[in-house]
């Protein structure tokens, strides 16, 4: 079992940052990879960015490639996403979801979600 925590969410002009938070706990020693999703009012939830635990690959959806920024914190099994140049069409609720190695790079655990709002 894991569990993930995010924080770091909240309002923000268009143009501004906000950087999140996700904590995973329980069974992370096999860890093999961590990311981010996102989910609009009445939209699909959608992938933004996702790392490899195991050498740091990143992959970024095109709509957030160079203005978002995933990173890692090994030791304390942390992921965050760095939000910059923010866009209204960013609000969302984002989730972050872990790979726990047990199904591969399939995500089998998911946090609660955190409100992401950019005003104009």
């Known amino acids: 079992q894991v569990q993930l925590v995010e924080s770091g969410g909240g309002l923000v002009q268009a143009g501004g940052s906000l950087r999140l938070s996700c904590a995973a706990s329980?069974?992370?020693?096999?860890?093999?990879?961590m990311g981010w999703f996102r989910q609009a009012p009445g939209k699909d939830r959608e992938f933004v960015t996702v790392?490899?635990?195991?050498?740091?690959?990143?992959y970024y959806a095109e709509s957030v490639k160079g203005r978002f920024t995933i990173s890692r914190d090994n030791a304390k099994t942390m992921v965050y996403l760095q939000m910059n140049s923010l866009k209204p069409e960013d609000t969302a609720v984002y989730y972050c979801?872990?790979?726990?190695?047990?199904?591969?790079?399939?995500?089998?655990?998911w946090g609660q979600g955190t409100q992401v709002t950019v005003s104009s």
């Open positions: 790392i490899r635990w195991s050498g740091g690959t990143t």
């Open positions: 329980g069974r992370t020693a096999r860890t093999a990879a």
């Open positions: 979801a872990v790979a726990s190695g047990d199904k591969g790079y399939e995500y089998d655990y």
